[in-house]
């Protein structure tokens, strides 16, 4: 079976900082990985998907995150985070198809940036 | 494009009480999802379609829950008798057809916020 864990369930940082968001993955099959943000009182918004090309993908709003498959890690991370990215990131992996394809989300981890 | 639309945005119902959720995809997507997410926790599918058929609904609890997707385009999602332990925001999500291997992306609602009393 699939399933996301993210370390951590709130971090906070400085204005300026960098943002480093953890996730790790188990998976038996190679995995679609994804980033969501959820801003207060709105759905998910898509940040960026690993789909087993680039090892390293970049997404909106300058974040980007590196596919470890020896670390089963998929890590989001911006240099200088911004007041605006205080909001709720998940991770979630894909499972194959004839598992229906849904999405397996972690627990979230909420985000807050200082002035 | 239009996104995912949902209504209403917030409910709050007595236990015991009925409730109905509905959702409208993103024109042309012919999967559409219902996800339960309580709060502090990440989502957690309910019920999946493709089309008008039921492709997972291993999670949605049957003796309470019930969801259909007639014509295969907008959906309704029902709790009746709600309980305490259904207070949620309620997900609606689409993704065009999935196929062996894709990738695609599930495109989310603004959600529906219920509050059993």
């Known amino acids: 079976a699939q399933s996301v864990t993210q370390l951590g369930s709130h971090v906070s940082v400085s204005e300026g900082a960098l943002v480093l968001l953890r996730c790790n993955y188990s998976?038996?099959?190679?995995?679609?990985l994804f980033w969501y943000v959820q801003y207060p009182n709105q759905g998910l918004q898509l940040l960026l998907k690993?789909?087993?090309?680039?090892?390293l993908v970049k997404g909106i709003n300058g974040f980007e995150a590196e596919f470890k498959k020896s670390e089963t890690s998929f890590h989001l991370t911006k240099p200088s985070a911004h007041m605006r990215d205080a909001a709720e990131y998940f991770c979630?992996?894909?499972?194959?198809?004839?598992?229906?394809?849904?999405?397996?989300f972690g627990q979230g981890t909420e985000l807050s940036v200082k002035p | 494009e239009a996104g995912v639309a949902q209504s209403p945005r917030y409910k709050i119902i007595e236990k015991r009480q009925s409730v109905a959720f509905w959702c409208n995809p993103i024109?042309?997507?012919?999967?559409l999802y219902w996800y339960q997410q309580i709060l502090g926790q990440g989502p957690k599918l309910l019920i999946q379609?493709?089309?008008?058929?039921?492709?997972?609904d291993s999670q949605l609890p049957k003796d309470r829950f019930s969801a259909e997707r007639l014509k295969g385009v907008d959906s309704t999602l029902k709790i009746q008798p709600a309980k305490l332990e259904d207070s949620a925001v309620y997900l609606c999500?689409?993704?065009?057809?999935?196929?062996?291997?894709?990738?695609?992306?599930?495109?989310f609602g603004p959600g529906t916020r219920l509050l059993v009393l």
């Open positions: 999500a689409s993704s065009q057809e999935l196929t062996s291997g894709s990738e695609e992306t599930q495109y």
């Open positions: 998976s038996s099959v190679p995995p679609y």
């Open positions: 690993y789909t087993s090309a680039a090892t």
């Open positions: 979630a992996v894909r499972t194959i198809y004839n598992q229906g394809g849904k999405l397996i």
């Open positions: 024109s042309g997507h012919a999967t």
């Open positions: 379609f493709q089309n008008n058929g039921v492709v997972d």
